[in-house]
């Protein structure tokens, strides 16, 4: 693939790299920034690799307003990399940790498609032991995304039935583990080329095309509806979902719900609704030590087998990066896509 950013100073190879995006829709130009010191409650991580997720390119072309990510900017939000100092507090991690996180590239945060950051420690975890740097910078963002709507939000358990709208992508695969580690019985809606991948991560497919709502709570539920439904798609599918859910105890979210929606299905069979925004410790600065707690809950059951990510095939250097963002931004990914810094 060809070189897609500006060189800033070709000489200095050899120093410190970040990616700036200056405009929207514009190239990547690689700087040399000084490296940063981590200050109290942070560490210095020398990053490994950055996790490319659909909000990074839509930041790119500016339509992620609500990422809050003013330009210029470094983008990138999830990371894994080494720490290589730590600041004043920090007593969860050492210099030689290797760790990852969604930490940056929202919110006027530096962002990940840098060589070295500084970053609160909060918002990190130890990378699972059983990963290499590239599959545990595909994690951060739809690991914790899933968590939170089916752990935090709907306290998912065994016996449940659980729905997930959209289970091979990013965050619906995360969610069909995640659900099914916890002991639910999982069913997800896909294309019908999706159907493999559904399976293989153990839930029931669904062919969304070609099986009507009422069809498939006949056949799944004796038209009772899912405990739980997860739309990770948006728009008209999670005015599926009030239509999926149990009546009195189904519990619908949605990781996309921006929309203007009719509760009235919702009401009529008296369920509730939660939103996910897994921004909002970025955003706010409140609640990031959760984060990091998500994600060393994550790195269990990763290590334990029972969690693992689907990455796509293909593979991007620094220098490719906005090649990465381009295959995100078309939907021509098949997994989650990552940018590596460190030459494997």
């Known amino acids: 693939?060809?070189?897609?950013?500006?060189?800033?100073?070709?000489?200095?190879?050899?120093?410190?790299?970040?990616?700036?995006?200056?405009?929207?829709?514009?190239?990547?130009?690689?700087?040399?920034?000084?490296?940063?010191?981590?200050?109290?409650?942070?560490?210095?991580?020398?990053?490994?690799?950055?996790?490319?997720?659909?909000?990074?390119?839509?930041?790119?072309?500016?339509?992620?307003?609500?990422?809050?990510?003013?330009?210029?900017?470094?983008?990138?939000?999830?990371?894994?990399?080494?720490?290589?100092?730590?600041?004043?507090?920090?007593?969860?991690?050492?210099?030689g940790d290797a760790v990852y996180g969604m930490a940056g590239g929202i919110g006027g945060n530096p962002g990940t498609l840098a060589d070295y950051q500084a970053l609160d420690a909060d918002l990190l975890a130890k990378k699972p032991a059983n990963l290499d740097m590239r599959q545990a910078a595909a994690l951060p963002l739809v690991a914790i995304t899933a968590w939170e709507g089916l752990v935090d939000r709907t306290r998912v358990a065994a016996g449940q039935r659980v729905?997930?709208?959209?289970?091979?992508?990013?965050?619906?695969?995360?969610?069909?583990?995640?659900?099914?580690?916890?002991?639910?019985?999982?069913?997800?809606?896909?294309?019908?080329?999706?159907?493999?991948?559904?399976?293989?991560?153990?839930?029931?497919?669904?062919?969304?095309?070609?099986?009507?709502?009422?069809?498939?709570?006949a056949r799944h539920t004796d038209g009772e509806g899912f405990d739980i439904v997860y739309d990770t798609v948006g728009g008209a599918v999670l005015d599926a979902s009030f239509q999926a859910v149990r009546h009195y105890t189904g519990h619908a979210l949605s990781a996309l719900g921006w929309g203007q929606h009719a509760l009235a299905p919702l009401s009529f069979?008296?369920?509730?609704?939660?939103?996910?925004f897994t921004l909002l410790p970025l955003l706010t600065g409140k609640g990031r030590k959760h984060h990091g707690e998500i994600l060393a809950a994550v790195a269990r059951l990763v290590e334990d087998g029972r969690l693992k990510v689907r990455l796509d095939p293909n593979r991007f250097s620094l220098e490719q990066a906005l090649d990465a963002h381009r295959l995100v931004a078309a939907g021509g990914a098949r997994g989650k896509v990552v940018v590596e810094l460190v030459e494997r």
């Open 163 to 217: 729905l997930v709208h959209g289970g091979a992508g990013g965050v619906g695969h995360m969610a069909v583990q995640i659900a099914r580690a916890f002991g639910a019985e999982v069913y997800a809606t896909g294309s019908a080329r999706d159907k493999a991948v559904i399976e293989g991560f153990g839930a029931t497919a669904i062919d969304y095309r070609g099986t009507p709502v009422e069809d498939y709570l």
């Open 269 to 276: 069979r008296g369920a509730s609704y939660s939103g996910v």
């Open 1 to 95: 693939m060809a070189s897609t950013f500006i060189l800033e100073t070709p000489a200095m190879t050899l120093a410190d790299r970040a990616l700036l995006l200056e405009t929207v829709d514009g190239p990547f130009r690689l700087i040399h920034p000084r490296r940063p010191q981590p200050a109290p409650g942070q560490v210095l991580v020398r990053i490994h690799a950055s996790g490319v997720n659909p909000l990074d390119t839509k930041i790119r072309a500016g339509k992620g307003a609500h990422a809050r990510q003013p330009l210029p900017a470094v983008l990138g939000m999830d990371l894994a990399g080494v720490v290589e100092a730590v600041g004043e507090g920090v007593s969860a991690f050492r210099p």
